[in-house]
Structures are given as structure tokens and as C-alpha cells.
């Protein structure tokens, strides 16, 4: 391993998004964008949670690879991420796959999503690498797993999170030694280890892994040379590295930026319908887990340059208001009631409509007299006078696509077809 450098080690880091991602899980609603691109909490995007951890950790050289769909990704990323100065020593670099390794290959797995831009990553000459998966929401320190990567001379750091061993089975998922040294890893297992002390839970592997630049290159070249490989971090980069016994776990507690000193450690895979509704929805409480207003620890995003909100009607019936909601700006409540509800940018809401529970994507425009609950509204779409969803679940499911847990989303093809 190479001599550690004086702190902070951020400043010798690269970061380097997977953001290829279909997302397939999310249905509709990743039709037309990769799930890094989807919307989330009013005004950001998902892959800026990534990004801005990167940056608030004191990392200024930043690559994001994308392959699906990435033209909604690339757009916001040109808008929102286009601060870096070279000047600076900083750098922003968007990687779509481009078959620069072969005119046959696309990025074959995430192992090879790196490799094949090894050039590029070579000529920043960083000491460590950072890679980050591009589809969760959570806040965290780099830095403080970078310390503790360079501490333990680890061939491999990877940041684990203590989730329920019901849930495990879509993550890697690993079994650790006193210090930390992963003695097993298993990528998504159908029956998923169980934490010692703690039978119920399992330590899940965050897509998040420390690697020092030069040790990365050599196994990816490596890895690119094996016909047998799924040239991918979790089912072969990660799992040969714990054999070899010189791959340590991060507690993401030890790293996580919490609301406050009480607060659990935050971090959501929104991979699901249910699961991207209900992180929306849970930014609504008073005290959410998720702490959208801290200025120590913003999450950049491309920020529109929007009039305020506005409320219009002050008559019973008709009274533009809304209750513990996130309202984004150019949106315009007119003579309707919302609750629960998160608004994003450009929404229009017209008289004697009532919304609860919704999560309603950029420049929708719900009609008079609607009345939606439990529904996440794709962006752009025009919701016609009159219609009522969240109250016939059978025929809700005949028109939209419902979910197990009864949440609802509407795409424009879908009201087309009403």
C-alpha cells in the first residue's frame, strides 16, 4: 500500500459515481430517465445526494458514469454541476458509456464501468479512489472513512449499514470480525447472515467503497483480463478482496451527518415505488429523519430560477392552502387544499381540489375538483377536472399502476388512455 499522505485525505480523492442504473423497480417513473435522475424531495435529484456528500466532504474531482436512459442525468448534471474550475484543481467529468475499450462493449457491470475510463481517472493521478452508487439518499462524511481506510492500510474499505435480515437480501451483505475485517461477503443473498449478538438484522454493504487509486487500477486491469468475470464490485472485486483478508467494513454511524446527536443514521435505497413515496412523504413530519435545511451540510442541486409560491382563494370551499407540505417554488395553489404533500418545481393546483399524500413531480397541472391520496405523480402531467384517486382501489387498478401497499402513480400515457 502506498504511505499515507497528511490530512485531509479528501484533497488527494477522487470521486467516482455509478450512475448507469435503470431502476427498474420504480417502473413509469424511470420510462424516460435512469433512477439517479428521478426527482426526490421537491427540488433535488437522487444522484445529489452523492454529489453533494462528495463535495461537503472536501472532494473536488468528481467523475459520474452514466449508460441508461441518461440524457435527463446529463442535462442536470451540465446545469447543476458546472461550478468546477480547473483552475482549482477541480474537475466534473461525465462518462457516458461510449465503447472506448471496444466498439462491441457498453459497460458490462460496474467493475467495468470504471475500468473502461481508467485513462481519464489516471490523469487526475488521485491517491484514492471513492466510488459511490449514484441511487441512494443519505448524508455522509468521505473523509472520515477515508481516514479510517488509510489507518488500517485496508486493501478495501466498504460502508456497511445495519438493516432488518428480511430486508437484506437485495444488498451485499457481510459478517465482520472485533476490527472490522470482513471475513465474508455475499452479494444479495436469499438467506442473508445474521449479525452476531444481533439475529435479526444483517450488516448490508452501501455501494460506497474506499480504494487507494493505484491498487484499484491493477485489480480492474485484472478483472478485465478474466473471461469468467461479471466484471462487477459486488459479485467480484469485493468478494475475491475479503478472501485475500485485507478488506475492512465502515459503520456508516461512525460517518452518517445526522440531524441531530439523537437522530438514527439515515440512509434510504429508493428502489421501489413504495419505498421512493414513502421517503418523500416522511420529509413531511415535523422533525423529519432527513434533514433538508441544514446550510452545514447542503445538498447542491440545480436550482431554476422560479417566482415564490403563491396562494390564492380565501373562502370556505375555496382556499388555497397547504398543511405539512413541501411546496416548491413557481407553484400555485389556487383555491385548493393540500396535506401531506410534497409540490415540486412548477406545480399548478386548481380550485376545490384536495390532495393528500402525494408526490407530485415538476409542472403537473391537476384540474378543479380533483381529489388524489396516496399518489406520486409523474412530471409534466396534465390530471383532467373532476378525477378522484386513493378512494376505489379496484379501480384505481384498472387505470394507474397501484402498488402492494396501495400508493398509486399516474403517468401522462395513463391518462391518456382514460
Known amino acids: 500500500m502506498s504511505p499515507a499522505l497528511p490530512g485531509p485525505y479528501s484533497r488527494y480523492a477522487m470521486a467516482y459515481v455509478l450512475a448507469g442504473g435503470r431502476g427498474s423497480r420504480l417502473m413509469e ?12 424531495g421537491g427540488k433535488t435529484r437522487i444522484i445529489d445526494f452523492a454529489l453533494s456528500n462528495a463535495l461537503n466532504s472536501g472532494i473536488r474531482r468528481i467523475a459520474v458514469a452514466t449508460q441508461y436512459k441518461a440524457h435527463s442525468l446529463i442535462r442536470h448534471l451540465q446545469r447543476g454541476w458546472n461550478f468546477f474550475r480547473p483552475e482549482r484543481n477541480e474537475s466534473f467529468d461525465i462518462l457516458p458509456a461510449s465503447q472506448r475499450v471496444s466498439e462491441e462493449k457498453w459497460y458490462l457491470g460496474t467493475a467495468d464501468a470504471v475500468y473502461q475510463n481508467l485513462d481519464i481517472v489516471e490523469d487526475y493521478a488521485p491517491r484514492y479512489i ?9 448524508k455522509m462524511d468521505y473523509e472520515q472513512m477515508l481516514q479510517q481506510h488509510v489507518d488500517q492500510g485496508a486493501e478495501v474499505t466498504v460502508a456497511c449499514i445495519e438493516v432488518p435480515r428480511a430486508e437484506a437480501s437485495g444488498f451485499g451483505v457481510m459478517h465482520v470480525d472485533a476490527r472490522d475485517r470482513i471475513l465474508d461477503f455475499v452479494e444479495k443473498p436469499a438467506d442473508p447472515p445474521p449479525m452476531p449478538g444481533k439475529p435479526e438484522m444483517s450488516l448490508a454493504s452501501m455501494g460506497v467503497y474506499v480504494f487507494d487509486a493505484k491498487f484499484l487500477y491493477e485489480l480492474l ?25 485485507h478488506a475492512f467494513a465502515h459503520h456508516f454511524s461512525r460517518s452518517c451527518v445526522r440531524s441531530s446527536k439523537e437522530a438514527a443514521p439515515y440512509w434510504r435505497d429508493v428502489g421501489t415505488v413504495d419505498a421512493y413515496f414513502s421517503a418523500n412523504i416522511d420529509l413531511t413530519d415535523t422533525v423529519p429523519d432527513l434533514d433538508l435545511y441544514d446550510q452545514d451540510w447542503p445538498i447542491w442541486t440545480y436550482g431554476e430560477m422560479t417566482a415564490p ?15 405539512a407540505s413541501l411546496v416548491s417554488g413557481n407553484c400555485i395553489v389556487s383555491g385548493a387544499s393540500v396535506k401531506r404533500t410534497l409540490l415540486s418545481t412548477g406545480v399548478r393546483v386548481n380550485s376545490f381540489t384536495e390532495i393528500e399524500q402525494a408526490v407530485i413531480l415538476p409542472y403537473v397541472d391537476i384540474g378543479r375538483s380533483v381529489r388524489l391520496r396516496n399518489v406520486i405523480v409523474d412530471r409534466g402531467v396534465v390530471i383532467p377536472e373532476g378525477l378522484v384517486v386513493g378512494e376505489d ?20 400515457a395513463m391518462i391518456d388512455r382514460l
Open 221 to 245: 486491469r485484472r478483472d478485465a483480463a478474466n473471461p469468467a468475470s461479471n466484471h462487477d464490485f459486488g459479485r467480484d472485486i469485493i468478494p475475491d478482496l475479503v478472501r485475500r483478508g
Open 393 to 412: 382501489p379496484v379501480l384505481d387498478a384498472t387505470r394507474f399502476r397501484r402498488t402492494g401497499q396501495g400508493v398509486c402513480l399516474i403517468t401522462q
Open 29 to 40: 417513473l424511470t420510462d424516460v430517465r435512469a433512477k439517479p435522475a428521478v426527482y426526490f
Open 309 to 323: 409560491a403563491k396562494f390564492v382563494h380565501d373562502e370556505d370551499g375555496r382556499r388555497g392552502q397547504a398543511i
Open 130 to 138: 471513492v466510488l459511490l452508487a449514484g441511487d441512494h439518499i443519505y
